[in-house]
């Protein structure tokens, strides 16, 4: 069973980077594509990135090309590299197990198992 823990966040300025990572204790990460979300105050929790189990990654247009999401099965663990960040992205970053091996969609419930989250704050 995936069970998900994320690390990384904190308190950063405009331009910075960041790098968040994902454990998961229950050793399955592996079988299953990978997810990114975020929830800003007073916002619906949107999609941020994925990496299906073969290594294909997605990206929403918000964070293309200054977001990362890569993995490492070895380790159990999936990272997101957070570069140039933005105030828009202060958000608690959710880290989530897709249903299956395969990227099969950006929906919240395309994603079985979620960790408790992990605060990204950007200050000016």
């Known amino acids: 069973q995936v069970q998900l823990v994320e690390s990384g966040g904190g308190l950063v300025q405009v331009g910075d980077s960041l790098r968040l990572s994902c454990a998961d204790s229950?050793?399955?990460?592996?079988?299953?594509?990978m997810g990114w979300f975020r929830q800003a105050p007073g916002k619906e929790r949107e999609f941020v990135a994925a990496?299906?189990?073969?290594?294909?990654?997605y990206y929403a247009d918000s964070v293309k090309a200054r977001f990362t999401v890569s993995r490492d099965n070895a380790k159990n663990t999936v990272s997101l590299q957070m570069n140039s960040l933005k105030l828009e992205d202060t958000a608690i970053y959710y880290c989530?197990?897709?249903?299956?091996?395969?990227?099969?969609?950006?929906?919240?419930?395309?994603?079985?198992?979620w960790g408790q989250g992990t605060q990204v704050t950007v200050s000016a």
């Open positions: 990496i299906s189990g073969t290594g294909n990654t």
């Open positions: 989530a197990a897709g249903r299956s091996y395969f990227y099969s969609g950006r929906s919240q419930r395309d994603f079985g198992s």
């Open positions: 229950g050793r399955t990460l592996s079988s299953h594509a």
